[in-house]
């Protein structure tokens, strides 16, 4: 049986395992989300906002569990060999789709073994820098890459992820050499940014804000096609809405056949950029 996909922030995805088992009122226990990256990240932050308001608000215990590794691999099989009956919940982001780009041999097709349900936010990237780093917007940090051709690194989640791609496709754009490094998790690369062990890193807007407001970093640029707002015309719970506002996340809520088209357009976007650049599985 398929589980059905939740979709979170930008390329996060909240992957429900399956639809309720007969005619029994859910949940009648507690319900686990299970989150494939460190705590710390911008996934985590969405997915325990919805857990603790889920909790309150049905009565129920939405319990939120963080299996990190592989890149998202280990979180998503557990939630693909769980018993379909919706108590097992993963809550992901764009690895998910597209981990089949790096990883060969993956015990579970998201096609194929997945529904999607709803996105519950989006949320662009951000291109941060090191205070140390001398640019102040994105066109002075183009200028020094090209004058430092080689030199300059980016951090970010994991290979093959929708910020590993982001930041190639920057690199392609402004036609300048830099180097990726990939990480384990979103939450230990923005601490190598922060720490100043790279210098620069494109990574989701969450947990880089306090650091961009204390001066440690700098947020150059988002990946969105707008500057933030704070969308007072979609409808949502005034509490939630702010906790993931705070945090950068946007909330959205759409439909299953609409999650399920975005899933397949990102498939097909960032496969169709990891065969450009020769990215192949291993």
């Given at each position: ?166 930041g190639e496709l920057l690199k392609r754009m402004a036609g300048i050499d830099i180097v ?103």
């Open positions: 049986m398929k589980r059905p996909i939740f979709r979170a922030f930008c390329s996060l995805f909240l992957s429900l395992a399956a639809a309720h088992a007969g005619a029994q009122a859910w949940p009648a226990k507690p319900v686990r989300f299970i989150v494939p990256f460190p705590p710390g990240g911008s996934t985590d932050v969405a997915a325990r906002t919805l857990a603790d308001r889920l909790t309150r608000a049905m009565d129920a215990q939405f319990v939120v569990e963080n299996r990190a590794g592989g890149g998202g691999a280990i979180g998503t099989t557990e939630v693909a060999r769980a018993s379909p009956d919706g108590y097992t919940i993963l809550f992901a982001a764009d690895p998910v789709m597209t981990l089949n780009l790096v990883v060969k041999n993956l015990s579970y097709d998201t096609l194929r073994d997945f529904v999607a349900v709803t996105q519950v936010t989006t949320q662009p990237l951000a291109v941060a820098v090191h205070a140390s780093v001398p640019a102040k917007d994105i066109g002075e940090l183009i200028a020094y890459a090209k004058a430092n051709p080689g030199k300059l690194s980016f951090c970010h989640s994991g290979t093959g992820t929708g910020q590993h791609m982001s990726h490094v990939p990480y384990k998790g979103g939450a230990p690369a923005v601490q190598d940014l922060v720490g100043g062990q790279v210098p620069m890193g494109v990574l989701g807007s969450t947990p880089l804000i306090p650091h961009h407001k204390a001066g440690r970093i700098r947020i150059l640029a988002f990946t969105s096609k707008e500057r933030f707002s704070a969308m007072p015309e979609v409808p949502t719970l005034p509490e939630v809405r702010e906790r993931l506002a705070q945090s950068a996340l946007v909330p959205v809520g759409n439909t299953p056949e609409q999650f399920a088209a975005v899933i397949r357009a990102d498939i097909e976007r960032w496969g169709k950029l990891a065969r450009e650049l020769k990215i192949e599985p291993q």
